[in-house]
């Protein structure tokens, strides 16, 4: 399992790369989603995703899956949903001033 | 603290206050308070150290500076130092005296500017040839090339001064570095920072493979400061500088530096035949160069620039050919070359005296007559009778005429080149029969730059017509210092054996220590009729005749150009240095955030990959791992389909479902994965985000289908593959080796302390508001952030009335 979640990860990696390079704004934005899902993804995956129970003590399980990873991905998840919120709104905001979401519109006169 | 330290910080002190004594008196000009300072340490070092006949005491004091690494303020004084500090208080005091008249007019010159910047120089002059510090010489020595700038660059609103004062200051600072590595490689070999416990390690270092980088990293220091072939171009451009100081600093003190350098050294390097070629070979180069370059010059200035060049390349290739004396350590042979290290003493003291009154009188026809320029020239003998004296005497110094001082320097010149020829090392046996015969004919030129500057000013025909001022005899004040000079330049002429006893000895002593044999320095006039004698006779006959032939050979194109043909590969360096380091940003910094992002990629590739393929870190574990159900096989294919799908979406709506898809399939594998509160947080997000893409998107362009080059798109394709290639290696051999560290998950604590200790059930939820729960605090504190960002960012406006 760890394998094939390995391989999803770097799809999602290279699709996310992919995005990142290209002169639209937006597709910019929706890589960096995409990479935030394969930080995700890679941080549960590592902890090793042997069988167990949900971290839940209600269960009374003889062993459970690891709670750790699980807590940071989720203080991961609430920051990158900020900070993908912001930059959303701040694509909003340079297309409102500039007219364009192209990058190499973007890039300013040649004196600056 | 002793005297002599106060001596070397007394004009740094004064140069704090004059700008209040400029302020505060301003009807008496600056220099008169200026005046006294050089006077006292003159007349203090003259009394308290010069030795009267008796034997000569060394001064040693030291004042911890940074003691921690070495670092201490030492002051070493002995015959060599004694004579620098001599000549920087002396003829400071006679060039500030002159000063005073020549910028006369207090109230369009910024005087405190010029004194300030004087009496740093002279502080920081006084610091280089008295400190024993490595360290504690190179800061003075930088402090020497930081005020030379300044100096030169007084008269700030003229473009040449500009000029001068930069390429002084790039080439000085330039040998400075270079100078303070080679000092870091002596550190390096001996351990210590101290010249005096460097020169009695010399014998151990010689061997060392440090030893000729040294050498030459501080012999490239030497060379720029003293204007040596092909450092000498500042040096011409210098002359932009007020009189004065071209008569201080750029002939009688700080070009001597590196002269003083090398003399320093001398008892360290110079045991090696590498010390005895470079010296000697680029002292020549210079020495031929600049009196050739001299003859070109139309501008009495320009003349003596070169000419200065022309005699240090004479005195450091004398201390070249003086070095033998230490190769040679036998009896009677040494004292043979010695000779050259004792007239480079001579020369040196010489030099000094001539060149500063030829200075002063340059300024004095300059002030009094409104130009520099030979071709103006003619006809003052009459006219400034006193500047003429004071112009015959340096002159016939200079070209090396008895009675005088220079002709005393020149043949001992020529004893110490025609010494030379009798070395037999490294092949100077062949070659040696060059350096009398290089030196012949740079005297020849020296005769005849030394006559047209005679007679191109003093003789020939009056033309008023071509002046801007009246001429007429300079006012008493400016003709004091050359005067004094001028006297000087007779007594020692005549009477040499004064300096003999008094100074020359001391310094010779102290630039070759392990000179053991007593030895008498005997300077006369006469010394029969020997080959030095002929030299000089034959010197002035063939000079004669190449004058009188001027006009004839000074056609030739090499002399029509005044400025060195050097400068153009300056000038066109320094472009080619900004034009090319303009070119190599531009390159790189093309203001395209793809382009930036590919060389961070491309960078992380190269640099993950190489770590993981040089320490062949990959590794796969295939047995370790959980089986993978049926149900998750599909949702993982889907997953990775819609991803592959998005970068050829070209709707956006569609683009934002299939993300939104994206996301609520990694909220369903978290459920598949067991971990509710992610899946649940996610499925949240992920609705939040889908709403807020929405939006967005509704106020921003269609997704124009993007036409791109295919080169533009492979390159893209390979970069972000590699990436995905080195980001899954490094994840397969993480895995796999995890276990192989031997350190356990510490996730048991969690799951059995997450009852007994916080209380709580929900083991994700304990860890993030209990046991982690700063973390959780801050990431708060990040969302209110971005929701504060939001916010200004929507209501901000741009251009004029905000209502945030």
């Given at each position: 399992?760890?394998?094939l979640m390995?391989?999803?990860?770097?799809?999602?990696?290279?699709v996310?790369?992919y995005?990142?390079?290209t002169?639209?704004?937006?597709?910019?934005?929706?890589?960096?989603v995409?990479?935030?899902?394969?930080?995700?993804?890679l941080?549960?995956?590592m902890s090793g995703?042997?069988?167990?129970a949900?971290p839940l003590?209600?269960e009374?399980?003889?062993?459970?899956?690891?709670?750790?990873?699980?807590?940071?991905i989720?203080?991961?998840?609430?920051i990158?949903?900020g900070v993908?919120?912001?930059?959303?709104?701040?694509a909003?905001?340079t297309y409102k001033?500039?007219?364009?979401?192209d990058?190499?519109?973007?890039?300013?006169?040649?004196d600056? | 603290?002793?005297t002599?330290h106060?001596?070397v910080?007394?004009?740094?002190?004064?140069a704090?206050?004059?700008?209040?004594?400029?302020?505060?008196?301003?009807?008496?000009?600056t220099g008169w308070?200026?005046?006294?300072?050089p006077l006292?340490?003159?007349?203090?070092l003259?009394?308290?150290?010069?030795p009267f006949?008796?034997?000569?005491k060394?001064?040693?004091?030291s004042?911890a500076w940074i003691?921690?690494?070495g670092?201490?303020?030492?002051?070493y004084?002995?015959?060599?130092?004694?004579l620098?500090?001599?000549?920087?208080?002396?003829?400071?005091?006679?060039?500030v005296?002159?000063?005073i008249?020549y910028?006369?007019?207090k109230?369009d010159e910024?005087?405190?500017n010029?004194y300030?910047?004087?009496?740093?120089?002279?502080?920081?002059?006084?610091?280089?040839?008295l400190?024993?510090?490595l360290?504690?010489?190179?800061v003075?020595?930088?402090?020497?090339?930081?005020?030379?700038a300044?100096?030169?660059?007084y008269?700030?609103?003229?473009?040449?001064s500009?000029?001068?004062a930069?390429?002084?200051m790039?080439i000085?600072v330039?040998?400075?570095f270079a100078?303070l590595a080679?000092f870091?490689?002596l550190?390096?070999?001996?351990?210590t920072?101290?010249?005096?416990?460097i020169?009695?390690?010399?014998?151990?270092?010689m061997t060392?493979?440090?030893?000729?980088?040294?050498m030459?990293?501080?012999?490239?220091g030497?060379?720029?400061?003293?204007?040596?072939f092909?450092?000498h171009?500042?040096?011409?451009?210098a002359?932009?500088?007020?009189?004065p100081?071209?008569?201080?600093?750029?002939?009688?003190?700080m070009v001597k530096?590196?002269?003083y350098?090398?003399?320093?050294f001398?008892?360290?390097?110079a045991?090696?035949?590498e010390w005895?070629w470079i010296?000697?070979s680029?002292?020549?180069?210079?020495?031929?160069?600049?009196?050739?370059s001299a003859v070109?010059?139309k501008?009495l200035?320009?003349?003596?620039?070169?000419?200065t060049i022309s005699?240090l390349?004479?005195?450091?290739?004398l201390?070249?050919l003086?070095s033998?004396?230490?190769?040679?350590?036998?009896e009677?042979?040494d004292?043979?070359?010695?000779?050259?290290?004792?007239?480079?003493v001579?020369?040196?003291?010489?030099?000094?005296?001539f060149?500063?009154?030829?200075?002063?009188v340059v300024?004095i026809?300059?002030?009094?007559t409104g130009t520099?320029?030979i071709?103006?020239l003619?006809?003052?003998?009459?006219?400034?009778?006193?500047?003429?004296?004071i112009?015959?005497?340096g002159?016939?110094s200079?070209?090396g005429l008895p009675?005088?001082?220079?002709?005393?320097?020149k043949?001992?010149?020529?004893?110490?080149?025609?010494n030379?020829?009798?070395i037999?090392f490294?092949?100077?046996s062949?070659?040696?029969?060059?350096?009398p015969?290089?030196?012949?004919i740079?005297?020849?030129?020296?005769?005849v730059?030394?006559?047209?500057?005679f007679?191109?000013?003093?003789t020939?025909?009056?033309?008023?017509?071509k002046l801007?001022?009246e001429?007429?005899?300079?006012?008493m004040?400016?003709l004091?210092?050359p005067?004094?000079?001028?006297s000087?330049?007779?007594?020692?002429?005549?009477f040499?054996?004064?300096?003999s006893y008094?100074?020359?000895e001391p310094?010779?002593?102290?630039?070759?220590p392990?000179y053991?044999?007593?030895?008498?320095v005997?300077?006369?006039?006469?010394?029969?009729?020997n080959?030095?004698l002929?030299?000089?006779?034959a010197?002035?006959?063939?000079g004669?005749l190449?004058?009188?032939?001027?006009?004839?050979w000074?056609?030739?194109?090499f002399?029509?150009k005044?400025?060195?043909?050097?400068n153009r590969?300056?000038?066109?360096?320094?472009d080619?240095?900004v034009?090319?380091?303009?070119?190599?940003?531009n390159?790189?910094?093309?203001g395209?955030?793809?382009?930036y992002?590919a060389?961070m990629m491309?960078?992380?590739?190269?640099?993950?990959?190489?770590?993981?393929?040089?320490?062949?870190?990959?590794?796969?574990?295939f047995?370790?791992v959980?089986?993978?159900?049926p149900?998750?096989w599909v949702?993982?294919?889907?997953?990775?389909?819609?991803?592959?799908?998005?970068?050829?979406?070209s709707?956006?709506i569609?683009?934002?479902?299939v993300v939104?898809?994206?996301?609520?399939?990694?909220?369903l594998l978290?459920v598949?994965?067991?971990a509710?509160?992610l899946a649940l947080?996610?499925?949240?997000?992920?609705t939040?985000m889908?709403?807020?893409?929405?939006l967005c998107?509704y106020?921003?362009?269609?997704?124009?289908?993007?036409k791109?080059?295919p080169?533009?798109?492979?390159t893209?394709?390979?970069?972000?593959i590699g990436v995905?290639l080195?980001?899954?290696?490094t994840?397969?051999?993480a895995h796999?080796m995890?276990?192989?560290?031997?350190?356990?998950?510490i996730?048991?604590f969690f799951i059995?302390?997450s009852?007994?200790?916080?209380g709580?059930?929900?083991?994700?939820?304990v860890?993030?508001?209990?046991?982690r729960?700063l973390?959780?605090?801050l990431?708060?504190?990040?969302l209110?952030?971005a929701?504060?960002?939001?916010?200004?960012m929507?209501?901000l406006?741009?251009k004029?009335?905000e209502d945030?």
């Amino acid at each position: 399992m760890e394998i094939l979640m390995i391989i999803t990860v770097g799809v999602l990696v290279t699709v996310s790369t992919y995005l990142l390079l290209t002169k639209s704004l937006l597709r910019v934005v929706l890589g960096i989603v995409l990479l935030s899902h394969g930080a995700h993804l890679l941080l549960l995956t590592m902890s090793g995703l042997k069988e167990g129970a949900p971290p839940l003590l209600g269960e009374e399980a003889a062993s459970y899956a690891d709670p750790l990873p699980q807590a940071l991905i989720l203080t991961a998840i609430v920051i990158s949903f900020g900070v993908t919120a912001f930059l959303l709104v701040l694509a909003y905001r340079t297309y409102k001033e500039h007219k364009t979401d192209d990058l190499d519109q973007l890039r300013g006169s040649a004196d600056e | 603290m002793s005297t002599l330290h106060y001596l070397v910080l007394a004009p740094f002190a004064l140069a704090i206050l004059i700008p209040f004594v400029y302020r505060w008196f301003r009807h008496i000009h600056t220099g008169w308070f200026v005046l006294p300072l050089p006077l006292v340490l003159f007349v203090y070092l003259f009394t308290q150290y010069l030795p009267f006949g008796g034997e000569f005491k060394t001064a040693a004091e030291s004042v911890a500076w940074i003691p921690s690494i070495g670092v201490n303020f030492d002051i070493y004084l002995d015959g060599l130092s004694l004579l620098f500090a001599l000549l920087i208080t002396g003829i400071g005091t006679l060039v500030v005296l002159y000063s005073i008249y020549y910028i006369a007019n207090k109230k369009d010159e910024p005087l405190n500017n010029f004194y300030v910047y004087l009496l740093m120089f002279m502080g920081a002059m006084l610091g280089v040839v008295l400190s024993d510090n490595l360290i504690v010489i190179y800061v003075f020595w930088e402090i020497t090339s930081l005020s030379s700038a300044l100096l030169i660059a007084y008269w700030f609103h003229k473009e040449k001064s500009r000029y001068g004062a930069q390429k002084s200051m790039l080439i000085t600072v330039a040998g400075g570095f270079a100078m303070l590595a080679g000092f870091s490689l002596l550190y390096i070999m001996t351990g210590t920072f101290s010249i005096q416990a460097i020169i009695e390690q010399a014998g151990s270092i010689m061997t060392h493979s440090l030893f000729i980088p040294a050498m030459l990293l501080v012999l490239l220091g030497a060379f720029t400061k003293s204007a040596q072939f092909p450092f000498h171009i500042w040096l011409p451009d210098a002359m932009e500088a007020p009189t004065p100081v071209s008569a201080y600093l750029h002939s009688a003190t700080m070009v001597k530096a590196g002269i003083y350098l090398v003399a320093r050294f001398t008892p360290v390097f110079a045991g090696t035949p590498e010390w005895f070629w470079i010296l000697t070979s680029f002292g020549l180069m210079t020495l031929i160069w600049g009196s050739i370059s001299a003859v070109r010059q139309k501008d009495l200035k320009g003349i003596l620039a070169f000419s200065t060049i022309s005699q240090l390349g004479l005195i450091m290739s004398l201390l070249g050919l003086g070095s033998a004396a230490v190769l040679y350590n036998v009896e009677n042979v040494d004292m043979l070359y010695a000779t050259a290290i004792i007239a480079a003493v001579f020369h040196l003291i010489n030099h000094a005296t001539f060149k500063g009154s030829l200075f002063m009188v340059v300024g004095i026809i300059d002030h009094e007559t409104g130009t520099r320029d030979i071709r103006k020239l003619g006809g003052l003998m009459t006219i400034m009778p006193i500047t003429f004296t004071i112009s015959l005497i340096g002159i016939a110094s200079m070209a090396g005429l008895p009675p005088f001082n220079g002709f005393l320097s020149k043949e001992m010149f020529f004893t110490g080149v025609l010494n030379a020829t009798t070395i037999d090392f490294f092949n100077v046996s062949t070659w040696g029969i060059l350096f009398p015969i290089v030196a012949w004919i740079a005297s020849v030129f020296t005769f005849v730059y030394c006559m047209i500057m005679f007679f191109r000013t003093f003789t020939g025909k009056h033309q008023p017509e071509k002046l801007e001022k009246e001429a007429h005899e300079a006012p008493m004040g400016l003709l004091i210092s050359p005067i004094v000079l001028a006297s000087l330049v007779v007594i020692f002429g005549l009477f040499p054996n004064i300096l003999s006893y008094s100074i020359i000895e001391p310094t010779v002593q102290s630039i070759l220590p392990n000179y053991t044999d007593e030895f008498y320095v005997n300077i006369y006039h006469w010394h029969g009729l020997n080959t030095e004698l002929f030299m000089t006779v034959a010197v002035v006959l063939f000079g004669a005749l190449v004058f009188l032939n001027l006009k004839r050979w000074q056609e030739a194109t090499f002399f029509l150009k005044e400025r060195d043909p050097l400068n153009r590969l300056y000038d066109g360096g320094l472009d080619g240095l900004v034009a090319g380091s303009q070119r190599v940003t531009n390159l790189q910094l093309t203001g395209l955030l793809r382009d930036y992002f590919a060389y961070m990629m491309v960078f992380m590739i190269l640099l993950l990959g190489w770590t993981i393929f040089r320490f062949d870190a990959i590794a796969f574990d295939f047995v370790n791992v959980a089986t993978v159900s049926p149900y998750l096989w599909v949702i993982t294919l889907v997953l990775i389909a819609s991803v592959i799908s998005v970068p050829f979406i070209s709707n956006r709506i569609g683009a934002i479902i299939v993300v939104g898809v994206i996301g609520f399939i990694i909220a369903l594998l978290f459920v598949v994965l067991r971990a509710p509160d992610l899946a649940l947080t996610q499925l949240l997000v992920e609705t939040v985000m889908v709403v807020l893409f929405l939006l967005c998107f509704y106020h921003l362009p269609e997704l124009k289908k993007e036409k791109f080059t295919p080169r533009f798109k492979l390159t893209n394709l390979v970069i972000s593959i590699g990436v995905g290639l080195v980001v899954t290696l490094t994840a397969f051999s993480a895995h796999a080796m995890r276990h192989d560290i031997g350190v356990e998950s510490i996730s048991q604590f969690f799951i059995e302390a997450s009852k007994p200790l916080a209380g709580g059930y929900n083991m994700v939820n304990v860890i993030l508001v209990d046991f982690r729960g700063l973390d959780t605090l801050l990431e708060v504190l990040v969302l209110a952030v971005a929701a504060l960002g939001v916010v200004t960012m929507i209501k901000l406006k741009m251009k004029g009335g905000e209502d945030v």
